[in-house]
């Protein structure tokens, strides 16, 4: 399998529409923070006052993460690199480190810099190369280490596979949830993880909150969030901080919310976290009328707020997540499954011991009396219905054949549409339109210094 990242960056000229910048060469910390206008939509000193997901461990299976980005600093814990050459820490692609500012960023001075929508969770790195093996590894390791939220802002057009299965039911049997973005194609095709079962597939939308038009869709998807005009920690064209756009950042938006989630509530399962996040979301206007689960925006757009205020019942242990298959014996033992033959359940008869020799012959004269009874029963039946004439009519009620309720549909885990679209290189989306690679204009004035369209 081929992973490919779900986040385009943009180009110089579309960072300077995208935000009034000053006549500065270099940006300035309210400029960055400004530049977030995803903080404004959700209100973060509001979310903030209830939790900021203190405590709570999240793990990014990406690109890896600059630790010594100072928006970061503190945030990220020791990760994992199947290859042992340090890149969960030491990244070559900003990708991963744009996703970790996005959940967990501080920012540094007074309001200087990135800051995460959950600044109280820790960052765990996980190194995924573009064959896909290692990013199965990860979730294992990232489970095994402690994460309680894994997000994969990758993605891939190949078939769901049954090693991927197994690793999504792994973390389930270990009460991790795993969100992943749907991809950026345009196409009614979740890409996987995202469409395996038990995965929270998120889509994007735009700043008028109506679905990015980038954004894959489908009856996988869960919820929607913010998605374009992104601004985030990462070293793009040698500065510090990327402007993006992506159903990357939808899906790291919805970890950190479910990193809120957990740390406010956290006696809730994986899929009861996942319930209070689909629960408070909010249909937009632009999909009026629509039906939930929309193909677009799932159950609606995610509302942090909400998700940790609305009174909303736990619910099942799995919620909204479509039920994954068994990572074969993954699960820890509960109480009495040591191997030792378990009692039969309340009220039902003991079997009868093999040993019993004399218990054989007492239920042979047993079954003999019976039939004999049987018998003469018949024969008295037989005599008193010759006597009687004839017979008052059986009544017989019409057949009727039974209703049966459909089953209600999973909130996203439906198999996935066929056609997929042709695997994809790493980082292989169209460029977006009006900016080609390495035809982009100098932007002097651009305080992202990003003056390459990365892929």
Not at 66 to 95: E, F, I, M, W
Not at 310 to 333: C, F, T, Y
Not at 389 to 407: C, K, M
Request: aromatic letters at 6%; glycine letters at 12%; proline letters at 9%.
């Amino acid at each position: 399998m081929t992973l490919t990242r779900t986040m385009r960056v943009l180009g110089a000229t579309a960072l300077s529409g995208a935000l009034l910048m000053t006549a500065a060469p270099t940006a300035s910390a309210d400029q960055v923070r400004d530049g977030q206008w995803v903080n404004q939509y959700y209100s973060l000193d509001k979310v903030w006052s209830v939790s900021k997901g203190d405590g709570v461990i999240v793990a990014v299976i990406d690109t890896g993460v600059d630790a010594n980005h100072q928006d970061l600093a503190g945030q990220v814990l020791p990760g994992y690199d199947p290859g042992g050459s340090g890149r969960d820490h030491k990244p070559t692609d900003p990708h991963g480190t744009q996703m970790a500012g996005e959940i967990a960023g501080k920012g540094h001075g007074a309001n200087a810099g990135v800051v995460g929508l959950a600044p109280g969770a820790k960052i765990l790195p996980v190194y995924s190369d573009s064959g896909g093996k290692s990013f199965l590894d990860g979730i294992r390791w990232a489970v095994d280490h402690g994460a309680k939220v894994i997000n994969i802002s990758l993605g891939s057009s190949a078939p769901v596979s049954a090693s991927e299965k197994e690793a999504v039911a792994y973390a389930l049997d270990h009460d991790v949830l795993v969100v992943s973005s749907a991809g950026n194609d345009g196409v009614s095709s979740v890409e996987a993880p995202a469409n395996v079962p038990g995965v929270l597939a998120v889509a994007a939308v735009d700043k008028s909150i109506t679905a990015w038009n980038h954004s894959n869709y489908g009856p996988e998807v869960l919820l929607s969030a913010p998605g374009t005009e992104m601004v985030s920690s990462g070293a793009c064209d040698g500065g510090q901080y990327c402007i993006a756009e992506g159903t990357s950042d939808s899906s790291a938006y919805v970890s950190a919310a479910a990193a809120l989630v957990r740390a406010k509530f956290p006696s809730l399962t994986a899929g009861q976290v996942a319930n209070r996040l689909v629960k408070s979301a909010l249909m937009p206007s632009a999909a009026k009328g629509a039906k939930a689960p929309d193909p677009h925006y799932g159950y609606g757009v995610l509302r942090p707020y909400e998700a940790l205020t609305m009174d909303i019942p736990a619910g099942s242990a799995q919620g909204p997540l479509a039920a994954a298959a068994s990572s074969g014996g993954s699960k820890a033992p509960s109480a009495g499954s040591s191997g030792a033959a378990s009692a039969p359940p309340a009220g039902s008869l003991p079997p009868i011991a093999a040993s019993d020799s004399g218990s054989k012959g007492a239920s042979y004269l047993l079954i003999g009396v019976a039939v004999l009874v049987g018998l003469v029963l018949l024969v008295v039946v037989i005599v008193v219905l010759a006597r009687s004439g004839r017979r008052q009519p059986q009544v017989q009620q019409p057949y009727a054949a039974p209703t049966w309720q459909p089953g209600q549909q999973p909130y996203g885990g439906q198999a996935p549409p066929p056609g997929y679209p042709q695997q994809q290189s790493y980082g292989g989306q169209a460029p977006q339109p009006g900016f080609p690679p390495h035809q982009q204009q100098p932007y002097q004035n651009n305080p992202y210094q990003d003056g390459n369209q990365q892929r």
